[in-house]
């Protein structure tokens, strides 16, 4: 994986452990929106590994995401459409 990849990588856990810390003090809100710039981040790391590119948008990282992942058994439906 290259290292810019991993960095989006290590941006999805700091976002998800944010998030886990956030939701036992009634941060309900807050933990949703760090929960969902996790799955931002980690969706666009393989994005990145494999075309080279970024997706700017909620919309471009999921049709990018959905049709890297289409056929690859490693990543159910559940994750891929995030």
């Not at 590119?53 to 999921?62: P, Q």
């Amino acid at each position: 994986m290259s290292a810019e990849a991993d960095v989006y990588l290590q941006k999805a856990h700091r976002c998800l452990t944010n998030a886990q810390t956030m939701i036992p003090v009634g941060l309900t809100e807050d933990a949703g929106r760090n929960a969902y710039r996790a799955a931002f981040h980690a969706a666009q790391a393989p994005i990145l590994e494999r075309t080279g590119r970024e997706a700017k948008t909620h919309c471009g990282i999921r049709s990018k995401f959905l049709r890297l992942t289409r056929d690859e058994a490693g990543f159910p439906v559940e994750l891929r459409r995030f």
